[in-house]
């Protein structure tokens, strides 16, 4: 057998050869600063940065970061709404190869402690709205916390850590900055819940990212010009959709991105007054609210080429009204998660009107396959778990053998969904097999919502499922089985809930019932209730 | 510092580990294969090989080839025409690990002989057709080859070396092949021309090919949808053009690709009349023939999206025409080498009739900056040496320290040319910087063919340069001072090139000068020759 084939580097340094070689996000901002220059890259209400300053602020934050004493490896947590500085953060751990930890704001306090200490987080950037949250977070439990940075105003302390303000770290040398990372580091970590009540880090490398901002942008026609097109960034910047799906793509590909606080179907029509807005990604309800908008008749909608919907079916009625008020658009789903970053399914725009109903085929780089019970591969239209193999997997859960475990169990990854592939390669979700629901865009685990109602006194028995909705895709629902003699209040149990549970967790309704159905072994057969 | 955020996989074995997460352009086809179908991938003549028979062909034959013992790291020599045996051969090598050696057909045996020997190529696959070719190469030089496939009919041996058919290869097990493949595996090792006269192996990474492709369908607007449109390849399959940025994205996005043996322009004129024609790239002066073709105008020419022009810049009248005849496609330049797997530069649809001269701006995960000759970068405007950053790189040249060293001097690879990067970050090409030849396509080292014509007892001095030429980009050209008493005959020295060199190599033109522009330190002043 011949010798390996690698090149002799022996007269090249090993800086040169990573920064010359290296998958590394860090790098996309650099790029797209030489190819976009001064057009604008991010808009954040009165605020402006250019691709060029987008650079220069990463740059500076990295400098500012690694002179704290954070370096490759090193967790840093992200509680920011969607502001330019959360991009600017987010980008500068990239360069310099600090894993960045994007904290869910919806979550409770005791959430938000858990993933600091799980994660062995070194540091936090926060905003002084969220002060009290962030506080409350770094009292509640064991962390490695040592440093805050706040935009806007800092206090001396936040939970008993030092606290300083973060435009200082954005003030520094903007210059080009040099640091080590490689292709299979750690990017990010997105903690997301699974079928038991504590989430699970996953961990997602730089070529995971770098293949998912290319195939993404392939999968929804982003193509670099001269006129730059717009997209409204809406979802939360702490999900990996929003990061990886269209703020990374769009910055890649030239957009603008317009980054939104929270969901304001009048602002997002007003984006259509004043930008060619080319792309935008939202989901199901908040697309009905926008088209409810008046203002939108008064914008450019012709310029639309995609506008996406995430994770939950359309209505049909809504996705027609869609197509007539965004002509020249393709109205299609993409679906994924977390642990796919994200996208494993793209609707293609011949789909409209034909296959609305389906998850569409997988997109470019992205293996998907239906598995039988003993981890074989069924034949085309036979039902069975969804599975993937991709370079945009997550590495895998930290530290949780037994999640991997199972996870890739029979040389595949389980997405925790039941369909089938029909004879054009188009994925048809028909079940979940994962004990999950998924609302709003969020994860949440059935058997962490049940424990919290079945601490209630009133309740016997309870089974929580996610029951269609056109609001949510899934609207968590509980159903309850009285204890002897007692009976129960839906709003005593939604109170018990809110003191326990992060708001999105909380059951939309309690529904009481004499019994739940079992198998004959005893089991909840929540396809039923569902 | 906190351990390192890695996840505990010890529960999964190592295969799963490597087929879930890798990036490997063996699973490009079974990706393909699941999305497209039936589609057909290939036409070539009468052949048209579906995207199902694609995979299963390529797994029967990687099966093949590693019965017959080729393993990982492995170099198999592919010496074959645009053929869907060629495609087959090359998916199977990335199946397997096994690494792509594409020979160009239009090099004399001794260069093949070299190239053989030089990578310790195990294995060689060839066609009936080109058995001579094989037989002079393999008894040229020293090598490791001990086995032959030959597409068509086989002899028992050639050149000494055990020969059999190439088609049981093709005819076995075309279920799914498994086999470890990791990201910076390398997948082909192309020889290209230097400023010396030994051709150098340019070592390409799975991971570099992989993102050339996706770079590529961003950058060309292929995006996958319900009518697969069709692209005809005409640049041959052995350069990494027609291979990474025309195959490779054109399956990724479920394109039908048309294979032509050679540049006939009928032929593809006659595919519009036949396909919708999305995407082609041509050389200029293919695009000129092209143009002429009467049968063209019958053809459905509204399809294109895209029509690419390599390496060369194109006459001004010639493009107008060709943007009337094809009146929704971006007729724009795409510029690149072997070593960034290849396209650096794509213009964008709205450079055109604006920038048309220029290289347009770095494809979405390109750096490229200016270089001056203390290896700073140089601001926008001014002129210096073309140098990039991404992870399309080779990973380096096949054992040749040197030319490594040479080629990453200062953090950056050198690409060989002047130019400057305009306020748009656009790129225009001024000079080389490297004493090559870009014709028609194939880099021609100057020294090489310099020693050639030295050789002859008529010539005192020489100096190969490249004219602008409108059919080959750049036409070597010979600057020959005559020895004393001598007289240049063109015609001799034609012959006598012909005799020791490729085709593609031969002088088009000798000028006979009195002098050669040097120097005060006497180097030949090429710029004032070219």
Not at 128 to 149: I, K, M, N, S, T
Not at 353 to 382: F, N
Not at 395 to 416: K, M, P
Not at 488 to 497: F, N, Q, S, T
Request: proline fraction near 6%; hydrophobic fraction near 45%.
């Amino acid at each position: 057998m011949p010798e390996a084939m690698r090149p002799d580097l022996s007269g090249v340094d090993p800086l040169t050869v990573n920064l010359t070689h290296r998958v590394c996000i860090g790098d996309l901002p650099t790029r797209a600063s030489i190819t976009y220059g001064e057009r604008p890259a991010l808009i954040d209400d009165d605020t402006t940065v250019s691709y060029v300053e987008l650079e220069r602020l990463a740059n500076s934050v990295a400098r500012g970061l690694q002179e704290a004493g954070l370096t490759r490896g090193d967790r840093l947590a992200i509680q920011l709404q969607n502001r330019w500085q959360n991009v600017v953060t987010f980008l500068a751990c990239t360069k310099l190869g600090v894993i960045a930890l994007p904290l869910n704001l919806a979550l409770a306090p005791t959430d938000i402690a858990y993933q600091l200490s799980d994660s062995g987080s070194v540091a936090l950037v926060t905003e002084d709205a969220l002060l009290p949250a962030a506080e409350a977070a770094l009292r509640g439990a064991d962390h490695e916390v040592r440093q805050v940075w706040v935009v806007g105003t800092a206090p001396e302390a936040v939970g008993g850590v030092p606290a300083t303000g973060w435009a200082p770290l954005a003030a520094g040398d903007g210059s080009r900055f040099e640091s080590i990372v490689e292709d299979r580091d750690i990017v990010h970590c997105l903690y997301t819940s699974g079928t038991t009540s504590l989430p699970k880090g996953v961990l997602t490398s730089h070529v995971a990212v770098q293949l998912s901002a290319l195939s993404a942008a392939v999968a929804l026609g982003l193509r670099p010009d001269v006129d730059p097109g717009a997209t409204p960034l809406v979802l939360p910047l702490f999900h990996v959709t929003a990061l990886d799906a269209l703020l990374l793509p769009a910055l890649l590909a030239g957009s603008t991105v317009i980054l939104h606080r929270g969901f304001d179907p009048a602002a997002v029509a007003a984006d259509f007054g004043r930008h060619a807005i080319t792309h935008l990604t939202m989901l199901p309800a908040m697309w009905a609210a926008l088209l409810a908008q008046p203002a939108l008749a008064e914008g450019d909608t012709d310029s639309l080429v995609t506008g996406l919907y995430a994770m939950a079916p359309m209505p049909a009625p809504l996705l027609a009204a869609l197509r007539e008020r965004f002509p020249n658009a393709a109205i299609i789903l993409g679906s994924g998660q977390t642990e796919t970053t994200p996208a494993s399914q793209v609707q293609w725009s011949g789909h409209q009107g034909v296959k609305d109903d389906s998850w569409g085929p997988a997109v470019a780089a992205t293996e998907v396959q239906i598995m039988g019970p003993h981890g074989d591969l069924l034949p085309r239209g036979e039902e069975g778990e969804i599975v993937y193999r991709t370079p945009q997997l997550m590495e895998g859960y930290w530290h949780n053998a037994d999640a991997n475990t199972e996870a890739f169990a029979h040389g595949w990854f389980h997405g925790g969904d039941i369909g089938y592939l029909d004879e054009d390669g188009v994925v048809w979700f028909t079940d979940r097999a994962k004990d999950i629901v998924k609302t709003g865009g969020e994860n949440v685990s059935s058997v962490e919502v049940e424990r919290v109602v079945l601490g209630h006194e009133s309740v016997a028995e309870c089974a929580v499922v996610g029951r269609p909705d056109e609001r949510w895709g899934e609207a968590v629902t509980a159903y309850v089985v009285p204890a002897d003699g007692a009976t129960i209040d839906p709003d005593a149990l939604r109170e018990h809930c809110k003191e326990r549970l992060a708001g999105f967790k909380v059951p939309k309704a309690f529904e009481q019932v004499e019994a739940l159905p079992k198998t004959a072994t005893g089991k909840i057969r929540k396809v039923e209730l569902r």
